[in-house]
């Protein structure tokens, strides 16, 4: 009877420490060895590139917002410069004026029509005083300065006077004691006719003391007599 009792005690035993080991080490249930320990999923990754395509996106639209804004202001600024381009540019004028002569005694002044053309105010001014510097249709009229070369330079308008700029030909012209006075109410007339207020005569774009030797030029001139006070050659 003793040996069957040992027998059990060492069953029990070696069943105990069986147990034990089974707790410390678990072994994979019927895997085949394998490892089944749940792996991460990939979703995040997923979501994040997700995520990432989206940030490019919205970056790109961004760009190509920044773009067209872009592109927008250029086309405004390009308008706006057009615009003031067109407002700056002078319109073309025509007006008939009376351009005032000497008559061919140098005696007497007579207004003969003139239809002048020009871009605004400046470029109808000197357009008239290239044709009064070229004189007079009528053959019993005549030009103090068309045996002379003397020409326009430039016109400018200061405030309702306008600068104008003879050749220095004009400054020493041989014109008869007292004709002077008669030739910058000519000039004077003409500017006025334009929408000038006064006229100032200008020598290579300077101010001039005097002009012909007498008449002062330092101020601008205004005519001494009315237009209307001229007969015209056609009468």
Same mark, same amino acid.
Do not use: C, K
């Given at each position: 009877m003793k040996r069957p009792i040992q027998f059990s005690a060492a069953a029990l035993l070696t069943v105990g420490m069986l147990s034990a080991c089974a707790e410390d080490d678990p072994a994979p249930a019927e895997t085949g060895g394998e490892d089944t320990t749940t792996e991460q999923p990939e979703d995040e990754d997923t979501d994040d590139e997700e995520v990432g395509d989206? @940030?490019? %996106? $919205?970056? +790109?639209?961004?760009?190509?917002?920044? #773009?067209?804004?872009?592109?927008? &202001?250029?086309?405004?600024?390009?308008?706006?410069?057009?615009?003031?381009? @067109?407002? %700056? $540019?002078? +319109?073309?004028?025509?007006?008939?004026? #009376?351009?005032?002569?000497?008559? &061919?005694?140098?005696l007497e002044m007579y207004t003969e029509t003139h239809t002048i053309s020009g871009e605004g105010q400046e470029g109808l001014l000197m357009s008239a005083l290239e044709q009064w510097l070229t004189g007079p249709d009528h053959e019993s009229l005549v030009s103090v300065t068309e045996d002379e070369d003397v020409s326009v330079q430039s016109v400018e308008d200061h405030d309702g006077v306008a600068h104008v700029s003879f050749s220095e030909?004009?400054?020493?012209?041989?014109?008869?004691?007292?004709?002077?006075?008669?030739?910058?109410?000519?000039?004077?007339?003409?500017?006025?006719?334009?929408?000038?207020?006064?006229?100032l005569v200008l020598i290579d774009g300077e101010s001039a003391d005097t002009v012909f030797g007498h008449v002062d030029s330092s101020e601008p001139y205004t005519p001494d007599t009315d237009l209307d006070s001229y007969d015209s050659i056609e009468e």
């Open positions: 989206e @940030d490019i %996106d $919205e970056d +790109e639209d961004t760009d190509d917002s920044v #773009e067209e804004a872009d592109e927008e &202001d250029e086309e405004s600024s390009e308008s706006d410069d057009e615009t003031a381009a @067109d407002t %700056d $540019e002078a +319109e073309m004028m025509e007006e008939d004026f #009376e351009l005032v002569f000497y008559d &061919d005694q140098v030909e004009f400054a020493f012209l041989n014109v008869g004691s007292g004709l002077e006075v008669g030739i910058m109410n000519q000039i004077a007339h003409t500017a006025q006719q334009a929408g000038f207020e006064s006229v």
